[in-house]
Nanobody, 123 residues
Framework: VQLQASGGGSVQAGGSLRLSCAGS????????MGWFRQAPGKEREFVAA????????TYADSVKGRFTISRDNVKSTVILQMNSLKPEDTAIYYC?????????????????WGQGTQVTVSS
């Protein structure tokens, strides 16, 4: 079972990036999925999540209105579209599969973490 995150890179403030998280070895279509990020010296923080059944989404206040999470259950892929990027968005971004219960904002409620992809936003 693997999650492969991709799409990170370096952009200037105001730019956009599209992160992708592809699952292999197992189908994650019956699970909620989430994105987290971790900046140097900081704890891992919640970014966005999407449920498997209804596709309901939830976002951290810091990214609301700028980021959009979506999923393709056929391809076992979750997308994080990031627009209007800010320097404070700089971090390693991780995708993960959520357990059936618990808050979407708590990383302890996730398993099968991807390896992360670096996002750097310059001012």
């Amino acid at each position: 079972v693997q999650l492969q995150a991709s799409g990170g890179g370096s952009v200037q403030a105001g730019g956009s990036l599209r992160l992708s998280c592809a699952g292999s070895g197992h189908t994650f279509s019956s699970y909620g999925m989430g994105w987290f990020r971790q900046a140097p010296g900081k704890e891992r923080e919640f970014v966005a999540a999407i449920t498997w059944r209804s596709g309901s989404t939830t976002y951290a206040d810091s990214v609301k209105g700028r980021f959009t999470i979506s999923r393709d259950n056929v391809k076992s892929t979750v997308i994080l579209q990031m627009n209007s990027l800010k320097p404070e968005d700089t971090a390693i971004y991780y995708c993960a599969v959520k357990t059936s219960t618990g808050s979407s904002h708590d990383p302890n409620n996730y398993f099968h973490w991807g390896q992360g992809t670096q996002v750097t936003v310059s001012s």
